[in-house]
């Protein structure tokens, strides 16, 4: 389990909370922002403007945005992933081929970040992004890293994460969620049924190295009026896994 810093910085995590406010709130003024973070408005002041010193904010007339800056962290952080150059060519294929939303996705501290995102021709927009973080117990994505996890890694994630709802849907029991695993484990893919995002079904496997260790997952989604029946839990499987397994020996052999 990540530990807490020992001796943690007070101003770098202001810093953070200052700016998750300012993507929390889609942008806002110094006022609004010491309102969401309770800090004065002084030090909120105080830090905007160091930030756009820096070139992480833009002040437009008062009112802050996140800069596009962040964006060249973001992308220098995925393209430093071997697991993206690798995968990036058949996750688009996927997408073209199915005309669905196909999708990349790894674990960092506990939780899911899409590393792609590719849009078919009949690809629904759902509000998930390329960086977005998500909760692994909730997506099948996130199912299918969990299964080629430790137990004991497992139970961590869900002490520090828990396993809170997002639909109806959404395993929100432990056993539950171990049972799932070992299902997904068994037959090579996990599926989810409307447990993220209601009327979006989605199909995934995961990532693994020649050592058996998670590296990822490959998914497909789509609205749960095409995604269904035999599409759902057989061709559409045996597509994603065709995928996973290119992946797969490419990484082996890269």
Do not use: W
């Amino acid at each position: 389990m990540e530990m807490p810093a020992k001796n943690p910085i007070k101003s770098t995590e202001t810093t953070f909370r200052i700016v998750e406010g300012l993507q929390a709130l889609d942008g806002a003024g110094v006022s609004e922002i010491a309102e969401h973070t309770d800090l004065p408005r002084s030090t909120v002041h105080n830090y905007l403007s160091t930030l756009e010193q820096e070139e992480y904010v833009v002040n437009d007339d008062g009112q802050y945005e996140v800069g596009i800056r962040f964006l060249e962290l973001g992308a220098y952080a995925r393209n430093r992933r071997q697991i993206y150059e690798i995968a990036e060519p058949e996750v688009t294929g996927l997408a073209e081929e199915t005309g669905e939303l196909a999708n990349l996705l790894i674990e960092e501290h506990g939780r899911g970040t899409y590393l792609q995102r590719a849009r078919g021709e009949q690809a629904v927009q759902v509000e998930a992004h390329v960086g977005t973080r998500v909760s692994l117990h909730s997506t099948a994505l996130g199912k299918s890293i969990l299964a080629h996890l430790p137990e004991s890694r497992v139970d961590e994630i869900i002490e520090r994460h828990g396993l809170e709802p997002t639909t109806p849907r959404t395993v929100t029991d432990r056993g539950e969620l171990f049972d799932q695993l070992e299902e997904i484990r068994e037959r090579g893919y996990a599926l989810d049924d409307e447990e993220r995002l209601e009327g979006l079904r989605c199909v995934a496997a995961p990532i693994l190295s020649n050592e058996d260790r998670i590296l990822g997952a490959v998914s497909v989604s789509g609205p749960s009026h095409r995604i269904r029946d035999e599409h759902f839990r057989k061709s559409l499987p045996k597509r994603v896994l065709e995928t996973v397994n290119v992946i797969e020996l490419n990484v082996t052999y890269s």
